[in-house]
């Protein structure tokens, strides 16, 4: 059992209590321990319950209901719920513009239990009439399941990945022996995912299909055959199982990851000559020989090919460079020294400064940018000019105690309308980074909007814009700015633009990443923290940037502190 898999059926508890019309009390209950599971790094499974209990949000009679579903793949109310409430009307919650109460309505009057039978519904034109509900709601219900379908198309990464792994995690620990991993987009850290592909090779193929199908967490078995198995997650989610052979493992995995337009090249390559690879392994053509196929290097190694890293993989020049031996040197992980865009309690964090230092320590940085909201974010209690003098003092005196450890006194200073800056110069001058973003008027035609983008690049004090092009995965497309003007904005400035690495922004994208880099921007990976447990974001900020191509010379939290120090210096001297 895992974190996600937990965090799931809470989640669906709440979902259910709420359809049942229960005291919203418990109904949050339920939703606050399910975000506090996710949040934990701990593993939930090798926690009493004695520990659970002294989690945050985290009463007795969750802590046992907790441990009887890691103990034993069920909860009482779980099982209790599901019979009294249809599985179909949480996909019906799950329609922008129905609450719990209209679902409800929905199944008491016209017996609606799935989303086909509420679309069959809407298009007889049925709805209108139900009490509460008249022509608008019924025209924002049939919007709604628009964006629910076209929603259900893809995942983000961020919500798909922590699953997927969870997922491979459990397998592993049923099958000690046998083989897993990850292929398809997931593994590739495509930003968003249709679907999670799981590849596995073992002895005993039929433990393996066993455990998969009666994984916790499953909603449904979609099919069950000896070398593919499909299930649907509570949360909605495909995953595909293949079983293969153990010394096919290496060619399966190559094919399987994809991208189709990238092994379609391979497959080209190869048969010129001579060969042949699928997802059997490397095969002579003249004699049918196999020449590999166990490990995954055996297929590019058969090519004359270096490894190409499955985030390069979408036929975008990496096979041209592989051939060349040109190949970047992908930045990782392990190449981040410190987080640029972080907040605390001064403004919308929900940490003071000591837990984001601590927290940020115990991941190996040797720097944190404490970048908190200014001013015209009320709603965030941005920083007045007296406040950031406030945290400005309080930042020296935790640099005064702090050994071999630097917190950068920052500030994500608001873009407003005009392109003019929150706070005045004088102000941002006594600062180590200024981090500058658009917050508000994202309905402005897109001149307008490049036009603050570029006026805030043009402010000396500036180093770096966060999020440029305001995008939120599945929920808000990029805005209409220009970012070729933006980018060549920032190149002659000299200028950083961030890759911010919360799962939903992604933002700059990989593709505009590349764009960046290619004109010699440097790119600031930064998580945009409001929580100590969003500092793993990074993880999602490097994938974006090795699939634009950048090498740790071309991410600017990749320096150490006195190197990144006069580098931030010097974005101040370039003033055109
Ligand atoms: P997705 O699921 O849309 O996020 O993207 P992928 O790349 O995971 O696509 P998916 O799940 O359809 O297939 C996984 C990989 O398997 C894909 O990247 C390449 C390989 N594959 C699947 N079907 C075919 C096929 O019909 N032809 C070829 N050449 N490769 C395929
Ligand atoms: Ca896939
Ligand atoms: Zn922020």
Partial sequence: MKNPQVASVLHEIADLLELSGENPFRIRAYRRAAMNVEAIPKDVAAMGEEELFSLPGIGKDLAHKIRQFVDTGRIDIHEELQKKIPRGLLEILRVPGIGPKTARLLFDRKNVKSLEELEALVRSGRLAGLPGIQAKTEENIRKGIGQLRKGMERFPLGKALPIARGIVDLLQEAVPRARFALAG??????????????????????AITNAFVGLPGTREVLERGATKSSILTVDGIQVDLRVVAEDSFGAALQYFTGSKEHNVRLREMASRRGLKINEYGVFREADGRRLGGREEEDVYKALGLPFVPPELREDAGE????IEGKLPGLVSLADIRGDLHVHTKWSDGAHDLDAVVGAARARKYDYVAITDHSKGLGVARGLTEERVRGQIAEIDAANRKAKGFRVLKGIEVDIRGDGTLDLPDALLSELDIVVASVHSGFRQPGEQLTKRLVAAIRNPYVSVIAHPTGRLLGEREAYPVDME?????AARHGKA???????????????WARAAKRRGI???????AHILANLDFMQYGVSIARRGWLEPGDVLNTLPFPKLARRLQAMRGKRA
């Fill in 319 to 322: 096979i041209e460079a592989a």
């Fill in 497 to 511: 633009l961030e890759i911010n690495a919360y799962p939903l922004r992604l933002d700059l994208s990989d593709a």
């Fill in 485 to 489: 003007a933006v980018i060549a904005e």
């Fill in 185 to 206: 987009s997931i593994r590739r850290w495509k930003d968003t995912v249709r679907d999670i592909d799981v590849l596995a090779a073992g002895k005993k193929p039929e």
């Fill in 522 to 528: 440097p790119l600031a990976v930064s998580t945009d």
